[in-house]
């Protein structure tokens, strides 16, 4: 990796693109440090670590790298952006208009649906604005002066500050997809998760030095076991029958079908981890429910109810966005009209069969990956009292590796795009 960073540094073309890239994430990084008027920010932070940490949204500070609990201009950091395209992305598949769209279109049709996404984004950054202040607001009854200002004026404020950082981090991620290095969205997600490194490494060097001997182990191996199957894939052989035309003959070469064995990402992990934390969130916001009984041992994110819950719906996801994914009977139909077929089984119906049943094995295979990633740090949190203090998220983990090696891939395939215009210029 550090060597493809130091062979694209020498190309003056991808030199840009990365200087870029680091100024969009430097200017992210400080205005996710600029307050909010009108809100208490060290008051709102000491009782985010002490009550909010272990509900869904700690998952949200993670992601915006602690902006969320310290309710900066970029506290809803790219949620929005992430809900709306999942919404717009499950609409398009429900909703026939959007549907075509999507692939009658081109790429007129797709400017179209990023422009809803856009929308949709403003709509939720509004919303969610709003829902962080009634949240603040909410906590007066408990003793709490998280906004300390009263009327319509500190509200809008606040507001709208929220709703316009979740458009300026929206136009951050789109400025480096088209003018950088990767993913915007994803480099963002990056540096977010990247920030808190440092605190990690403090409080490992804390600790008593054989569990930090094993921790830091553990997470080697766990890095190259995400990287081992990130790249895994299964792969389908598919032959095309030769056709004559006139005096050529097309087609009869032998291709694959690739299913990666990661095909969903991280994404049931982190709707796993919303969805899981939604009862606790619930009590957190109920006067007298987050020093119950019931949120204390079924809904603590160190009970075993809450790890088996966890795992149920990873499994869930794994297999729902696999459904999204892969249409077996539209892959089968693609190959039958342009004369492919898998060896050993009849185009059609056969066919699909045959690669539903491959998927389905392949989700059962990632699925139980992504338990035992997002699952080990929970258990070490359990057997090792000091680790619960290191906030490692499996969903943070997958994230880091997974951006870093898509970095890395999209510079070689810079690279190996300008060594040959190179060779034929």
């Not at 392949?362 to 258990?379: D, E, K, R, S």
């Given at each position: 990796?550090?060597s493809?960073?130091?062979n694209?540094?020498k190309?003056?073309?991808?030199?840009?693109?990365l200087?870029?890239?680091?100024?969009?994430?430097?200017i992210y990084?400080?205005?996710?440090?600029i307050?909010?008027?009108?809100?208490?920010?060290?008051?709102?932070?000491?009782?985010?670590?002490s009550?909010?940490?272990?509900t869904?949204?700690?998952?949200?500070?993670?992601?915006?790298g602690s902006?969320?609990?310290?309710?900066?201009?970029?506290?809803?950091?790219i949620?929005p952006?992430?809900?709306?395209?999942?919404i717009?992305?499950?609409?398009t598949?429900?909703?026939?208009?959007?549907e075509?769209?999507?692939?009658?279109e081109?790429?007129e049709?797709?400017?179209?649906?990023e422009r809803?996404?856009?929308y949709?984004?403003?709509?939720?950054?509004f919303?969610l604005?709003?829902?962080y202040?009634?949240m603040?607001?909410?906590?007066?009854?408990?003793?709490?002066?998280?906004?300390?200002?009263?009327?319509?004026?500190?509200a809008?404020?606040i507001i709208l500050?929220?709703?316009a950082?979740?458009c300026f981090v929206?136009?951050?991620?789109e400025?480096?997809t088209e003018?950088?290095i990767?993913?915007?969205?994803?480099?963002i997600?990056?540096?977010?998760?990247?920030?808190?490194?440092?605190?990690?490494?403090?409080r490992l060097l804390g600790m008593?030095?054989?569990?930090?001997?094993?921790?830091?182990?553990a997470?080697?191996?766990?890095v190259?076991?995400?990287?081992?199957?990130?790249?895994?894939e299964?792969r389908?052989?598919i032959?095309?029958?030769?056709?004559?035309?006139?005096r050529?003959?097309y087609?009869?070469?032998?291709t694959n079908?690739?299913?990666k064995?990661?095909?969903?990402?991280v994404?049931?992990?982190?709707?796993?981890?919303s969805?899981?934390?939604?009862?606790?969130t619930v009590c957190a916001?109920?006067?007298?429910?987050a020093?119950?009984?019931?949120?204390?041992?079924?809904?603590?994110?160190?009970?075993?109810?809450?790890?088996?819950?966890?795992v149920?719906?990873?499994f869930?996801?794994?297999?729902?966005?696999?459904?999204?994914?892969y249409?077996?009977?539209?892959?089968?139909n693609?190959l039958k009209?342009?004369?492919?077929?898998?060896?050993?089984?009849?185009?059609?119906?056969?066919?699909?069969?045959f690669?539903?049943?491959?998927i389905?094995k392949?989700?059962?295979?990632?699925?139980?990956?992504?338990?035992?990633?997002?699952?080990?740090?929970?258990?070490a949190?359990n057997?090792?009292?000091?680790v619960?203090?290191?906030?490692?998220?499996?969903t943070?983990?997958?994230?880091?590796?997974?951006?870093?090696?898509?970095?890395v891939?999209?510079?070689?395939?810079?690279?190996?795009?300008r060594h040959?215009k190179?060779?034929l210029?």
């Open positions: 990796m550090f493809t960073l130091a694209a540094w190309i003056p073309e991808l030199r840009k693109k200087m870029f890239t680091v100024l969009i994430l430097l990084r400080l205005c996710s440090v307050p909010v008027p009108f809100i208490d920010a060290a008051q709102l932070a000491t009782y985010f670590e009550t909010l940490s272990n869904i949204l700690g998952l949200y500070d993670a992601m915006s902006a969320f609990s310290t309710a900066t201009v970029l506290a809803l950091g949620q952006y992430i809900n709306s395209s999942i717009i992305q499950l609409l598949i429900a909703i026939p208009a959007l075509r769209m999507a692939k009658e081109g790429e049709g797709k400017k179209k649906i809803i996404t856009r949709t984004t403003i709509g939720l950054g919303l604005g709003f829902a202040y009634a603040m607001r909410n906590y007066e009854s408990q003793g709490l002066t998280l906004i300390t200002g009263e009327g319509f004026l500190p809008a404020v500050a929220f709703a950082g979740s929206m136009w951050m991620g400025q480096i003018f950088g990767g993913n915007g969205i994803s480099m997600l990056f540096a977010n998760i990247i920030s808190g490194l440092p605190g990690m490494l403090s008593d030095w054989w569990v930090a001997t094993i921790v830091a182990i997470m080697l191996l766990l190259i076991f995400i990287v081992f199957i990130n790249d895994a299964r389908i052989p032959q095309y029958a030769k056709r004559v035309v006139g050529k003959v087609g009869g070469q032998n079908l690739p299913i064995v990661s095909m969903s990402g994404m049931p992990v982190i709707f796993a981890s969805i899981c934390s939604l009862p606790a916001f109920v006067p007298g429910w020093d119950s009984w019931v949120n204390k041992n079924l809904f603590a994110p160190n009970s075993w109810p809450y790890f088996a819950a966890y149920l719906m990873i869930f996801f794994s297999w729902f966005y696999s459904t999204i994914q249409d077996p009977v539209e892959i089968s693609n009209k342009n004369g492919g077929f898998i060896p050993g089984f009849r185009p059609g119906k056969p066919t699909s069969e690669i539903q049943k491959v389905n392949i989700v059962v295979f990632g699925a139980i990956y992504l338990a035992i990633v997002a699952g080990l740090p929970m258990l949190g057997l090792m009292t000091d619960q203090n290191l906030a490692i998220g499996g943070s983990v997958i994230i880091v590796v997974g951006v870093a090696l898509e970095t891939k999209a510079l070689e395939a810079q690279m190996l795009m040959y190179g060779f210029d």
